[in-house]
Structure formats: structure tokens, C-alpha cells
Nanobody, 127 residues
Framework: QVQLVESGGRLVQAGGSLTVSCAAS????????MGWFRQAPGKEREFVAG?????????RYADSVKGRFTISRDNVKNTVYLRMNNLKPEDTAVYSC???????????????????WGQGTQVTVSS
């Protein structure tokens, strides 16, 4: 069983930056491919970013955030981060992290590939 706890969401102005974090339980965190997803009111959950197992050498981003968001991981702290720059009102959503326990050298872009999910953290971008 893997527990994921997100933090760092808040209200931010358009054009601003924010980093959200996801702390994971478990002694084999480095083996988990990790992902960030978001869900805005009235919309389906969508992939935001993913990072591969181990050294995180493979990352993948949704087109809507490419060049603005950066996913990273710290295997000592069992934490994955999502750095968000140049935020836009359309980035407003609940951001959730997800973990797969099947090691992967490539980032995983679809929700069905992840077995564990956090509760989410609210990010609101004002115009």
C-alpha cells in the first residue's frame, strides 16, 4: 500500500509561479513512476506530467503545460514536485499525484497505469 499526500496548493495570480509537492510512503519510492493529474470543475481528470522511476530520466508533459511546468523527484525525501510557472486561469484545478508500483524507464501518461492516488491539492489562478 502506498500513501500519497499532496501539499502546496493555493490561490495565485495569473503569471505567477507555484510548486506543489507529493510525499509518498514506502521504502521503494525510487521504483515508482509518478504522475501529476488535474481536474477542473465540470471537466474530466487530465494528465499533466509524468516522471519515470529511479533517476527520473524520462519526463512527459501535456501540451497545455509544456514549457511552463516541470516535474521532478527527490528519492531521499520520497517526494515528487510539480513546479508551475506562468500560471493561467485555465490551470485552476485540483492537482493530484499518482504512483505506479511497476518500475518504468519511461514516464507514464495515462491514468490507468497508476495504482495509487492522493487526495489532491487545490490550485486556483486568478486573472
Amino acid at each position: 500500500q502506498v500513501q500519497l499526500v499532496e501539499s502546496g496548493g493555493r490561490l495565485v495570480q495569473a503569471g505567477g509561479s507555484l510548486t506543489v509537492s507529493c510525499a509518498a510512503s514506502g521504502r521503494t519510492f525510487s521504483r515508482y513512476p509518478m504522475g501529476w493529474f488535474r481536474q477542473a470543475p465540470g471537466k474530466e481528470r487530465e494528465f499533466v506530467a509524468g516522471i519515470s522511476s529511479w533517476n527520473g530520466g524520462s519526463t512527459r508533459y501535456a501540451d497545455s503545460v509544456k514549457g511552463r511546468f516541470t516535474i521532478s523527484r527527490d528519492n531521499v525525501k520520497n517526494t515528487v514536485y510539480l513546479r508551475m510557472n506562468n500560471l493561467k486561469p485555465e490551470d485552476t484545478a485540483v492537482y493530484s499525484c499518482a504512483a505506479s508500483t511497476v518500475g518504468s524507464a519511461v514516464a507514464l501518461p495515462t491514468s490507468r497505469e497508476y495504482a495509487y492516488w492522493g487526495q489532491g491539492t487545490q490550485v486556483t489562478v486568478s486573472s
